[in-house]
């Protein structure tokens, strides 16, 4: 028996993982490249996260605060950078890989039908100028895995790349994304 998007995104966004999630922004964060070549196969439900602004606010908050300040990202000072704002068609996207991860058992960049990070904000109606995305698994708290972010030189440029405007947010089963983007 199938699962639709939304239940699994609800079974996704559970009270404890929501308080969790909205700290820990900080481990796998690669900016990707699109492959041209690749024409999706299916066009998947789009998940609609009407809370996912709120879920995720404290999180968003200390990017931001992190942006705002500047920081160090491996060997290289990032200097201040304006802020990010959700946006529920990029959190979708975020979601829709999430899922994936669970349902493979893998973190991987690539979905399991060959996706790219621009590949599922294109799914989602997006339509992006540039775009990159932090993944992360094992961490049980936001404040956890946006440290691990913070402290790797990849996905701290990630969160400190000024070309970026928007921010999407997803957790499930100790698996998290986020993707950002710039739209046209």
């Known amino acids: 028996m199938k699962i ?16 969790s999630f909205l700290f820990v922004l900080t481990v796998m964060m690669v900016s990707c490249v699109p492959d041209e070549d690749f024409e999706p196969s299916f066009e998947p439900e789009p998940v609609v996260l009407s809370e996912g602004a709120a879920v995720y606010q ?23 950078v304006g802020p990010l ?14 899922i994936d991860m669970v349902q493979a058992g893998q973190l991987n960049h690539t979905g399991t039908d060959g ?32 440290q691990a972010w913070i402290d790797s030189p990849g996905h701290c440029r990630n969160l400190m790349n000024a070309d970026f405007e928007e921010i999407g947010v997803a957790q499930k089963d100790r698996y998290w994304t986020q993707v950002f983007a710039r739209p046209f």
């Open 4 to 19: 639709n998007l939304v239940a699994r995104l609800v079974a996704f966004l559970s009270a404890s993982t929501r308080f």
């Open 85 to 98: 704002r959700w946006n529920d068609q990029v959190a979708s996207a975020a979601a829709q890989h999430t």
């Open 115 to 146: 996706s790219n990070a621009g590949d599922r904000l294109e799914r989602n109606g997006y339509q992006w100028r540039s775009y990159g995305e932090n993944i992360a698994s094992g961490y049980s708290t936001m404040n956890a895995v946006l």
């Open 58 to 80: 404290q999180m968003i908050l200390d990017i931001n605060a992190l942006r705002a300040a500047g920081c160090r990202c491996g060997n290289t000072n990032m200097p201040p």
